[in-house]
C-alpha cells in the first residue's frame, strides 16, 4: 500500500513540477500563465496533451520538439524529476501529516526558485508570499493562532539576522551582497523553524554554496551568484531531518 502512495506522490509531483517550470519561467518576465498555450519556442507550435505528459514525453520525443526537431532543454526534464522525487522524500518524512503540507509547500518553492533565480536572477515576492500564507494557516489549524503567531515573530527575526548578514557583507565587499529576495526568504525560514535553526540554515546554505559558487564565478563574468537556491536547499535539508538545536551541537562537538 505504502509503494501505492510513493508512485502517486511522485506522479503528481511530476505534473506540479511541469507546471512549476511553466510559471517560474513566465512570471519573472510579466507573462501570463495562462496564455499563451504551452508551444515551442523554436517554431511556436502548440504543444498537444500527449507532448505534455510529465518525463515521458521528453524520452520518448528523444528531447526534440516533434514539429520542427529542435532540442528542448534537459531542465523540463530534470524540473519534473526533480519535483516527483522531492513529493515522495516528503510523504516518506512526513506520511499523512500537517507537516507533509508544510513540505510539500516548500518543496514547490524550491523548484520555484531554482528556476527562476538560476534563469533570471529574480526570486518574485509571490514565490515567498503565498507558501508564507500557505504555512501561516496550517499553523494555526495544527497549532493554534498563538503560536501561527509565535512563528510569525520568529520570522521577522531571521528577517532581521539576514538583514543584518546583508549590511555586514556590504561593508567587508564593498558592494551589494544579498538580493532582496534572499532576505525576504528568511521570513519563511523563521516562519517554520525558531531563530537558531535559521541560523544554522544560513551556514548550511553557505556551505552547500562554497563549491558550486566557485565554478559559477568562472562562468559568470558579472561575478554574480544566486543565492536564494541554496537557502532553499539548506532550509530543506533542516526541515526534512527535523533537526533540533541541541542535535546540531552534538553533531559538531563530534566531528572535533
Known sequence: MMMYYYVMFFIVGTIFGSYFNLVATRIPMG?????????CENCNHQLKW?????ILSFIIQKGKCRNCHAELSVNYLLTELFTGILFVVSFYSFKFSYDLIIALTLSSTLILIIVSDLNYLIIPDRFIIIPSI???IVTIVSRGIQNALIQVGYGVISFAIMYLVMLLGNFLFKKESLGG????LMFLVGLTLNPMLSIIVIFLASFIA????LILLVKNKEHVIPYGPFLMIGFLIVFFMKMEVSEIFEMVLHLF
Do not use: C, G, M, N
Not at 181 to 184: E, L, R, S, T
Open 31 to 39: 507573462k501570463s500563465t495562462v496564455t499563451p498555450r504551452s508551444h
Open 50 to 54: 500527449y507532448e505534455l505528459i510529465p
Open 134 to 136: 500557505i504555512i501561516f
Open 181 to 184: 529576495a534572499d532576505i525576504k
Open 210 to 213: 562554497l563549491p558550486i559558487s
